[in-house]
């Protein structure tokens, strides 16, 4: 099985807390299924930007893509829309 882990385009001062995680686990991992690192080719900032990752993700030739770090794809307008309260949803006291 082929397993592949993306992180967080790295900054310039560096990522600190979930690759250290990671690479703690990566420690111990059977070497036969050891997970490939991948980074991401671009910031998870702006829908373009996030795109480009999703591209870059599609292309990837992997039974397992685990998605790691602060790289996510929410969707800020639509999920603000969603989370508003309607009355079948309201919570009666």
Do not use: L, P, Q, V
């Given at each position: 099985m082929h397993i592949t882990w993306l992180f967080r385009k790295k900054r310039a001062l560096g990522n600190f807390s979930i690759e250290q995680s990671f690479q703690e686990v990566a420690n111990v991992w059977p070497k036969r299924s050891k997970p490939v690192w991948i980074e991401a080719?671009?910031?998870?900032?702006g829908w373009l930007n996030r795109w480009n990752i999703i591209r870059q993700t599609r292309a990837l030739e992997t039974d397992i893509l685990h998605i790691t770090g602060d790289i996510h794809f929410r969707r800020t307008r639509m999920a603000q829309v969603a989370a508003k309260p309607t009355p079948s949803r309201a919570h009666h006291s």
């Open positions: 080719t671009h910031f998870s900032e």
